[in-house]
């Protein structure tokens, strides 16, 4: 039977079969704990230069179809799983998944160990790896060799490398409520078909626009996307939402978005050991006290103090969300402006769904008049800026 090697930076070697195209390929070592949404998880482009392991037995028993990809393409680096289907079952399925792979050119390989793998990973934190198999094979040793001389996520600027060259429009459905730029950072399709669904037109600019494109739009509120790669490297972006908060237009980030905005607050990013991949993360709204099972993708996260509002350029923010599993900040709101973000993701293609109301909650910021900026304007006690000025 034909080999296929998995190594990683640290010595720890995995064999197995290869599993969609064969070759090498080269990537940040990552898990994702979904038991569905493997074909979102391939065409998310937040997985751009990362390997992902799988660690739900067995993957593939759908298919892939035409209708859930999140992007143009497969986005992984090299894919991990222990048990691929032997079939494709599903009345939707135009194809299998190994084709799909093999398709696309991605390296994969199916592995006994993928256990051991997400166990190693926890312990040691994510790292990087090579996948192996066919012409590239040889001895450990040198392909080590291979891993330790690819490049590491921390200081990685991609957003550029993902995101859209042009701007294209994805139209209301239905009657037209708000116009929102959308700033493609890696953005998945459900996003924009998300505020679609909610009236707006979601005009999907290139990560590289400025806060003069941005406001060129007139738009009622700014969207910042997910995305890869290292939040420190992305000085465009932070200034191009400095400009947007200046300006007082709504604003709503995730993912990447989330990292961008508490840069923009002034506020520190760092790598986590190995990241939040899956669809069962518990995080808690702080004003609310409810718990929401969440979708996540991310490596890294914003130091922010969860102690109480602090001070930023644009007035007193605070944490609005946090994770239960490791006390990670997991979202932002300015008190006195109309801006927030969560790390997670509300359009949840493969779910959970309950987060969705925070697409209702950025409309709502844009159907109000721009002199009531805060996000908290309709608790108790909240006032708005003209007020406390006497308006």
Known sequence: MTTALLVLEDGRVFEGTPYGAEGETFGEMVFNTGMTGYQETLTDPSY??????????????TGVNLEDPESRKIWVAGYVVREPARIASNWRSHGSLEDYLRGQGVVGIAMPGTRALTRHLRE????????FSGTALA??????????????????????????REPYVVPATGERRHTVAAIDLGIKAMTPQRLAERGCDVHILPASATAADILALDPDGVFFSNGPGDPATADGPVEALRGVLDAGVPFFGICFGNQIFGRALGLGTYKLRYGHRGVNQPVKDVRTGKVEISAHN????VQAPQDGPFDTPYGPAEVSHVNLNDGCV???????????SVQYHPEAAAGPHDAAYLFDEFCELMERPRGRTSVTDDQP????????KGA
């Open 381 to 388: 006690g909240a006032t708005t800026d003209m007020e406390e």
């Open 330 to 340: 997991e979202g932002l709101r300015l008190l006195e402006r109309p801006a927030f």
């Open 124 to 131: 040691r934190g994510a790292m990087r790896a090579g996948v």
């Open 298 to 301: 991310h490596g890294f996260a």
């Open 139 to 164: 001895p450990v040793e040198e392909l080590l060799e291979r891993v330790r001389r690819s490049p590491g996520m921390a200081g990685a600027d991609l957003a550029g490398e993902v995101s859209t």
């Open 48 to 61: 751009h230069r990362q390997i992902v392991a799988m660690t739900a037995p067995h993957v593939g028993n």
